[in-house]
Antibody, heavy 116, light 108 residues
Framework: EVQVLESGGGLVQPGGSLRLSCAAS????????MSWVRQAPGKGLEWVSG????????WHADSVKGRFTISRDNSKNTVSLQMSSLRVEDTAVYYC?????????WGQGTPVTVSS | EIVLTQSPGTLSLSPGERATLSCRAS???????LAWYQQKPGQAPRLLIY???SRATGIPDRFSGSGSGTDFTLTINRLEPEDFAVYYC?????????FGQGTKVEIK
């Protein structure tokens, strides 16, 4: 059974930092790219960051470039998103997803609220 | 960046009817690299269709995808009560990956 489980969300003040984690199982982890996709309250889906199966290549949306860093550990089947200089507009549910271009497997999401 | 525009914004239909959802891209999506997702309130999105017309594992055959280039369609035949949800298209032919704004299929 495929499982994707996010953790690490919470309330943080503007300018603060937060690290999200994602643990995956039930599929060949290193054969999938992994991404974080977020959804602001009442809004649509936005791709945020992605990492290749090997971990050698990473990509970030312009809206988070220079503030967020994605990484993966294939020995532990985990992905992380380090978020810094957080803004109010980063408030969203953050989903971890296994991808092959399209997003195949999704976690249930972890909420991040940026507020003073 | 490829912008995806979905229409209509909301579709009001009765169970048993057919739903036709449109996704139009601002430029051609290479190799039909387009996916469709279903999202219900409080849940994560679920992959329905990839590569424009291939159904994901476990997706009923009442869901079908078609199209190429800049125009894509998701058709749901004989709507079931569990099909009322928000549907998103997403392209992966260009970078960054982008989503449409969603179409809500609601019970009439």
């Amino acid at each position: 059974e495929v499982q994707v489980l996010e953790s690490g969300g919470g309330l943080v003040q503007p300018g603060g930092s937060l690290r999200l984690s994602c643990a995956a199982s039930g599929f060949t982890f290193n054969s999938y790219g992994m991404s974080w996709v977020r959804q602001a309250p009442g809004k649509g889906l936005e791709w945020v960051s992605g990492v290749s199966g090997s971990g050698d290549n990473t990509w970030h949306a312009d809206s988070v470039k220079g503030r967020f860093t994605i990484s993966r550990d294939n020995s532990k089947n985990t992905v992380s998103l380090q978020m810094s200089s957080l803004r109010v507009e980063d408030t969203a549910v953050y989903y971890c997803a296994a991808q092959r271009g399209y997003f195949h497997y999704w976690g249930q999401g972890t909420p991040v609220t940026v507020s003073s | 960046e490829i912008v995806l525009t979905q229409s209509p914004g909301t579709l009001s239909l009765s169970p048993g009817e057919r739903a036709t959802l449109s996704c139009r891209a601002s430029q051609s999506v290479s190799s039909g690299s387009l996916a469709w997702y279903q999202q219900k309130p409080g849940q994560a999105p679920r992959l329905l269709i990839y590569d424009g017309s291939s159904r994901a594992t476990g997706i009923p055959d009442r869901f079908s995808g078609s199209g190429s280039g800049t125009d894509f369609t998701l058709t749901i035949n004989r709507l079931e009560p569990e099909d009322f949800a928000v549907y998103y298209c997403q392209q992966y032919g260009g970078s960054p990956r982008t989503f449409g704004q969603g179409t809500k299929v609601e019970i009439k």
